[in-house]
């Protein structure tokens, strides 16, 4: 063992994960390979360095293995990033959706010369396709969608992969020995297309969290199986399209929604921000949805919310029953939005 990480769900207690020194390497050593990182390379790394994804995917490992060069950041801001890229020459940053909005949003007032970046990475979670077809007409770089877990598995849309590809999908794996099982809630396999639980097995995937066998039993099957808890859609290229948590899907009267599908939808809305879409107990529907969602500008009315939904051809058990207007999102360490905290908040106004 190299070192310990944390996992860092949104959902749940953090898990001690024991990386190797094989495994870790093998990782970063592909990344920078996939992502075309040499000495000329510059990495600006804005988010928490500690964490998988700007340590490993390439991150600073990637482009220290490469020859190339580490920009620190000392704050995600684009008053403070934006300067740094002029400054540095940055071909490459990696970020989180969240993150990734207000770099959009400040671009049309930018002052900085961004012309050498060249390529950003959004991962983390999901990004919803809605922003990933805006960011390269607005800030002039190439998208690389990025989907992993700090217990292994990552996944990188291609240089050449087609522009559907890169804004529909979370890319597929980064080697050819990772095995990708996608199954029903029964632990049946299901076809490409279908939505259904990831399990994955691989060369750098760990075998278990650190003394913790309740964890273990949970999270890996009998023949070594990983379970992370995603809901994806693998399709015929292998790519896949992450469909949301397991925790994020809402059992509304025996219907399940996709939290995920419900943002894409609401962010293409002209007045909203940024939205999460979380379920709430209900005495008769078992679970009904609610649509936490941060205003751009004017706030629209929630009744404009709902038919704004409708008129997307969602079927009406999918439109939110509620709507929450809010000022900004609780975000966990690494910039992702916490769902858990965000149920709360709402349970506590309930």
């Known amino acids: 063992v190299a070192f310990m990480q944390i996992s860092g769900g949104s959902t749940g207690l953090s898990k001690l994960i024991p990386r190797t020194h094989d495994d870790y390497i093998y990782s970063f050593r592909a990344s920078a390979e996939i992502c075309q990182l040499d000495p000329n390379s510059v990495y600006l790394t804005v988010l928490p360095v500690a964490h998988n994804f700007p340590m490993s995917s390439p991150g600073v490992f990637g482009a220290l293995h490469a020859g190339g060069r580490v920009v620190l950041s000392p704050s ?3 008053d403070v990033a934006f300067p740094l890229i002029e400054q540095e020459r940055v071909t490459i940053t990696g970020m989180v959706p969240p993150l990734a909005l207000l770099w959009l949003q400040a671009a049309a007032s930018r002052t900085a010369d961004l012309s050498s970046l060249k390529l950003l990475q959004v991962g983390g979670a999901k990004l ?3 922003i990933a077809r805006r960011i390269g007409p ?5 998208l690389q969608q990025v989907f992993g877990m700090a217990e292994g598995l990552v996944n990188y849309t291609r240089h050449d992969d087609p522009d559907e590809l890169v804004i529909n999908t979370q890319g597929r794996p980064i080697s050819p020995d990772d095995e990708v099982l996608v199954v029903d809630d029964q632990g049946r396999p299901v076809p490409d297309g279908e939505p ?3 399990l994955t097995r691989g060369p750098y995937t760990i075998r278990g969290y650190h003394n913790d066998p309740g964890a273990n039993a949970r999270a890996f099957t009998e023949d070594g199986f ?3 808890g995603d809901i994806v859609r693998r399709l015929p290229s292998g790519h896949l399209e992450v469909q949301g948590r397991a925790t994020d899907h809402i059992n509304r009267a025996g219907e399940k929604i996709s939290a995920e599908e419900i943002e894409d939808h609401l962010l293409a809305h002209p007045d909203v921000f940024d939205a999460a879409v ?3 107990p209900d005495e008769y529907l078992g679970e009904r949805s609610c649509a936490f969602i941060i205003p751009n500008g004017r706030q629209p009315r929630a009744v404009e919310i709902k038919a704004w939904i409708r008129s997307r051809g969602l079927a009406e058990f999918k439109v939110p ?3 929450v207007f809010v000022g900004e999102f609780t975000a966990t360490a690494v910039g992702k939005i916490s769902r858990r905290e965000l149920r709360a908040i ?3 106004r309930l």
């Open 278 to 280: 979380v379920s709430v």
């Open 226 to 228: 990983y379970r992370t």
């Open 76 to 78: 995600p801001s684009p």
């Open 128 to 130: 919803a396709p809605e």
């Open 321 to 323: 029953d509620q709507v």
């Open 138 to 142: 607005t800030l002039g770089v190439r």
């Open 346 to 348: 709402l349970r506590q």
């Open 196 to 198: 259904g639980h990831l």
